[in-house]
């Protein structure tokens, strides 16, 4: 007999002190699909997941010259070339969307160490990578799931300092701009020099403010793509770009493949999936 279809992705917003250092929860939960792969796309966020079933095999890393690795529980710092992930029909567990200036007092260190790295969880989080996998594993349902996330993640903060308020000011500005504002409006706004700024900025997240200002408009392209169904000529305008072509190339840049062919390849992962909670902010 067939084994029967489950496709559940519930997202929704950290509270309490997470709500300070990440901006989602995504679940996801499938099973009886053909085996296939899923492109983890560069993004504004730090990548955590822990599995529930499964492990999470990432087949190809940003990172160069990586084999194959199996995770039970992963991090991610942020990348501008995709990772590619594969699962045998099913896979299942919670990913969440750190925010990389979080690194500094949940971590330890600036997220600049991170940079196009995939790592065990548990490297970096330690013995409490595998307390939260357990009691994720104990939940009876995705709100129990969030909130032993929501109680145990701040159990890692610690008194490590900040970035800069300069630092932090201008990754607010690039995530309120959609990453549309030039380096150079940027450094002005915080009177650094361009290159102050870029040494600065990149130590803290692991990309420069111009590669974090693709990202930033890469990944709002891709959600609304996501959620349109990819009205392109209309997207690469509301989202800075110079024209559809201009947005195409971004696309092979960043996700390996044209937009279209990425919603064909996609849009039936839930982690691909842009609900309206989502353009809302969730």
């Given amino acids: 007999m067939d084994e029967a279809v489950v496709d559940e992705g519930p997202r929704v917003r950290?509270?309490?002190?997470?709500?300070?250092?990440?901006?989602?929860?995504?679940?996801?939960?499938?099973?009886?699909?053909?085996?296939?792969?899923?492109?983890?796309?560069?993004?504004?966020?730090?990548?955590?997941?822990?599995?529930?079933?499964?492990?999470?095999?990432?087949?190809?890393?940003?990172?160069?010259?990586?084999?194959?690795?199996?995770?039970?529980?992963?991090?991610?710092?942020?990348?501008t070339t995709p990772a590619l992930i594969t699962h045998p029909g099913r896979q299942s567990g919670i990913q969440v969307?750190?925010?990389?200036?979080?690194?500094?007092?949940?971590?330890?260190?600036?997220?600049?160490?991170?940079?196009?790295?995939?790592?065990?969880?548990?490297?970096?989080?330690?013995?409490?990578?595998?307390?939260?996998?357990?009691?994720?594993?104990?939940?009876?349902?995705?709100?129990?799931?969030?909130?032993?996330?929501?109680?145990?993640?701040?159990r890692l903060a610690e008194p490590y300092g900040e970035a800069a308020p300069e630092v932090r000011r201008v990754w607010a500005l690039l995530r309120r701009s959609g990453g549309r504002l030039p380096v150079s409006a940027l450094a002005a706004e915080v009177g650094w020099s361009e290159r102050h700024l870029a040494a600065r900025f990149r130590r803290e997240t692991g990309l420069s403010p111009k590669a974090a200002a693709r990202v930033v408009r890469f990944d709002r392209a891709r959600r609304m793509a996501a959620s349109d169904g990819g009205r392109l000529a209309e997207l690469a305008a509301r989202c800075g770009y110079f024209d559809q072509a201009h947005l195409a190339r971004e696309f092979r840049a960043l996700a390996g493949v044209a937009p279209s062919v990425w919603l064909a390849e996609e849009f039936r992962f839930v982690q691909a999936r842009v609900p309206a909670a989502v353009q809302a902010g969730v």
């Fill in 14 to 79: 950290p509270t309490g002190a997470m709500a300070r250092y990440a901006a989602r929860y995504s679940g996801y939960r499938q099973a009886g699909l053909p085996p296939g792969r899923h492109r983890g796309l560069p993004s504004p966020w730090l990548t955590l997941i822990f599995t529930l079933d499964d492990p999470l095999t990432v087949a190809v890393h940003p990172e160069p010259g990586r084999g194959p690795q199996d995770y039970t529980a992963l991090l991610g710092g942020l990348h």
């Fill in 97 to 154: 969307a750190l925010d990389p200036l979080a690194a500094r007092p949940l971590l330890g260190l600036p997220a600049g160490e991170l940079a196009g790295l995939d790592l065990p969880a548990e490297d970096l989080l330690g013995p409490l990578a595998g307390e939260v996998r357990e009691r994720l594993l104990a939940a009876p349902g995705w709100p129990e799931r969030f909130a032993v996330l929501d109680a145990l993640l701040p």
